[in-house]
């Protein structure tokens, strides 16, 4: 399709649970990146793939969260042992790689730990 | 440390009238800037870029100026319409756009009065 899906749109966990996030990229393209919106306006990139190789990880805290994409599957994005502090919308962005203008990002996942 | 950064966190501009959204940064190794706009519970789309080698983009009533000595960039939207009411966000990065993470400024709210 000509969008990014992310799925589901809200999800809800209490502390400690496990969030796992789930994102289409646009077909054909190669580049996938996650990102964290915590307050309002401010994104954090978190990683990055080219196909199902992790391209730039430099986002990614080292504890509790993961990634994969995987050949045929929609990337995802887990948190284990969710905190307060993960609230955030989490969307997912894809590229055609270089050469592009910047890239498609999905309507994205807002995690609420409660 | 914010390495981009968008001072106004609003802006309010009448119907017909010029918008102008500003955006600094700090890190000389960015060679790409890029503008996305953001309505309420969507991911951004991408409006506008610039590559470092060139100081103005235009795209219809969007044009993206860069004054790489001055580290700044600035968007013109003219006329603005109430349709262009969003937030708009300024990302730069290293080694081209579309591979590479962006790094965000934290956003204007543009209110386009009728």
């Known amino acids: 399709g000509e969008e990014v899906a992310q799925t589901p749109k809200h999800l809800v966990r209490g502390e400690g649970q496990k969030a796992k996030l789930y994102c289409a990229p646009i077909?054909?393209?190669?580049?996938v990146f996650w990102y964290q919106q915590v307050l309002k306006n401010e994104f954090k990139f978190l990683i990055s793939f080219q196909n199902e190789n992790v391209f730039d990880e430099t986002g990614m805290p080292k504890e509790r969260f993961s990634a994969k994409c995987l050949p045929n599957s929609p990337c995802s994005l887990e948190i284990q042992a969710t905190k307060l502090e993960d609230s955030a919308v989490y969307f997912c962005?894809?590229?055609?790689?270089?050469?592009?203008?910047?890239?498609?990002f999905g309507s994205g996942t807002r995690l609420t730990v409660v | 440390d914010q390495q981009v950064k968008q001072n106004s966190p609003s802006l309010s501009v009448q119907e017909g009238r010029i918008s102008i959204l500003n955006c600094d940064y700090t890190?000389?190794?960015?060679?790409?800037f890029l503008w996305y706009k953001k309505y309420p519970a969507e991911g951004p789309t991408f409006l506008i870029s610039i590559s470092s080698i060139k100081d103005k983009n235009e795209d219809g009533r969007f044009t993206v100026f860069l004054n790489k000595s001055a580290k700044h960039l600035s968007l013109h939207i003219v006329p603005s319409q109430p349709g262009d009411s969003a937030v708009y966000f300024c990302a730069a990065s290293a080694n081209g756009g579309a591979t590479n993470k962006l790094i965000f400024g934290t956003g204007t709210l543009l209110a386009v009065q009728p």
């Open positions: 962005a894809s590229s055609q790689g270089a050469g592009a203008y910047g890239y498609t």
């Open positions: 077909k054909g393209h190669s580049y």
């Open positions: 890190n000389s190794m960015f060679d790409y």
